[in-house]
């Protein structure tokens, strides 16, 4: 992929992130509706679980929240043992939504319609 081509996932969305016990919750919300559509058919669980493939996740899930436009991931043993057995930095993943959002996706063709904040 061309790097000039490339924008970060958090051009399109935000995202929140926490544990229960060794395992991580990954929530993504986009911005918009073209944003969320974009996310529902590129962001899969596959795609999280090789992008977190160093922490070593046992299992990746996603779940669909279209009410927030979001979507929830939950990566399985991906914290070391969790908050209170981990020697990571990290251990109750805190950080794992900004991980995530750092990662670079192609520019989709719409990309003003996926930034474009709603009308309040």
Same mark, same amino acid.
């Given at each position: *992929? ?5 924008? @970060? ?5 935000? %995202?929140?992130? =926490?544990?229960? =016990? /060794? ?15 974009? #996310?529902? $058919? /590129? ?7 090789? &992008?977190?493939?160093?922490? +070593? ?8 929240? @279209? /009410?927030?436009? %979001?979507? /929830?991931?939950? #990566? &399985?043993?991906?914290?070391? =043992? +969790? ?9 109750? =993943? ?8 750092? *990662? @670079?996706?192609?520019? @989709?063709?719409? &990309?003003? $319609? *996926? ?6």
């Amino acid at each position: *992929m061309d790097q000039e081509q490339q924008i @970060p996932l958090s051009d399109i969305a935000h %995202g929140r992130s =926490g544990d229960k =016990g /060794n395992h991580a919750n990954v929530a993504v919300l986009a911005y918009t509706d073209a944003g969320y559509l974009w #996310l529902r $058919e /590129n962001l899969t669980a596959d795609v999280v679980a090789q &992008y977190f493939a160093p922490l +070593g996740p046992s299992k990746v899930e996603r779940f669909l929240a @279209p /009410n927030l436009l %979001g979507l /929830n991931f939950v #990566l &399985y043993d991906v914290l070391a =043992g +969790g908050a209170s057995r981990s020697l990571r930095i990290d251990t109750q =993943g805190k950080t794992l939504a900004l991980t995530l959002l750092q *990662m @670079p996706i192609a520019r @989709p063709a719409n &990309y003003e $319609e *996926m930034t474009r904040k709603a009308a309040v």
